[in-house]
């Protein structure tokens, strides 16, 4: 399948431009971005589109806005976690064995409704398949996805879910909102990933939203304990955009 052509909103386009003269060191904590008025004619885009690409950067902690002065470059945060998730790539960089096991359409239940914003008994695609290295299951994924999205051929289908999604996405994502548990797998998962009695496993929830910061897919992934790895580290960092 040919890989789908990611249609960038102009406001998105806007915001990475700002962000990455930001983080360039282009422009500095404090200083005064330029105006909407400025934007406006740099881009040929109304002022609306200007609006929703300043609030993109606002939302993400680059900008700050004062009513009647403009907007100015904020220090950034240093609460953002980085988070690693094994076994998306093995230690080498290389991507697991994939086994798939379904790609079909579904009713929605409460969850995947409540995740989706849709209304439960919708129609959604989920994708089944399970991860694993030298021949090992380490991972039992389940995706779930618009109806309409051709999933006819899918390529690299181990990559991690977020990369995986934005393939087959119409637009890009914003960013990904994780749930992590530890508690009992449900059978399926259980059988998939060999887990002893009782099956206590890692469950990793990733709701991933669009540059519209509209819900775009949901994974629920089981991981067996011993092939799972959470790194965390802090830094002067921002939200991704």
Same mark, same amino acid.
């Given at each position: ?14 915001? +990475?431009?700002?962000? $990455? ?20 004619? +740099? ?43 094994q076994p998306t790539r093995l ?5 697991? $064995? ?24 919708? $129609? ?8 694993g290295a030298n021949g090992d ?22 990559? /991690? ?36 009695? /009782? ?24 991981? $067996? ?17």
């Amino acid at each position: 399948m040919a890989q789908k052509r990611v249609a960038v909103p102009v406001y998105y386009g806007i915001a +990475t431009d700002l962000r $990455d003269a930001i983080e360039s060191g282009e422009l500095s904590p404090g200083e005064l971005i330029p105006s909407e008025a400025q934007l406006c004619e +740099t881009y040929g885009v109304s002022r609306m589109t200007v609006r929703q690409g300043l609030n993109l950067l606002s939302e993400a902690g680059y900008i700050n806005s004062v009513p009647g002065r403009g907007s100015f470059v904020v220090h950034p945060s240093y609460e953002r976690v980085l988070i690693e998730v094994q076994p998306t790539r093995l230690p080498d960089g290389s991507l697991p $064995d994939c086994l798939m096991l379904e790609i079909g359409f579904h009713r929605a239940d409460s969850s995947v409704a409540q995740a989706l914003d849709i209304d439960e008994g919708a $129609d959604v695609q989920v994708i089944r398949r399970v991860l694993g290295a030298n021949g090992d299951p380490i991972c039992f994924d389940r995706i779930f996805v618009p109806p309409d999205w051709d999933l006819n051929e899918i390529e690299e289908e181990a990559a /991690p879910v977020a990369q995986f999604v934005s393939r087959l996405a119409e637009h890009p994502f914003l960013h990904v909102k994780l749930t992590i548990r530890g508690r009992e797998a449900e059978p399926e998962a259980a059988a998939h990933l060999k887990l002893p009695e /009782p099956p206590f496993a890692i469950h990793v929830e990733q709701q991933i939203l669009s540059a519209e910061a509209d819900p775009v897919a949901w994974a629920v992934s089981v991981f $067996d304990p011993e092939g799972y790895r959470l790194k965390g580290e802090f830094g002067p960092v921002r939200r991704r955009l």
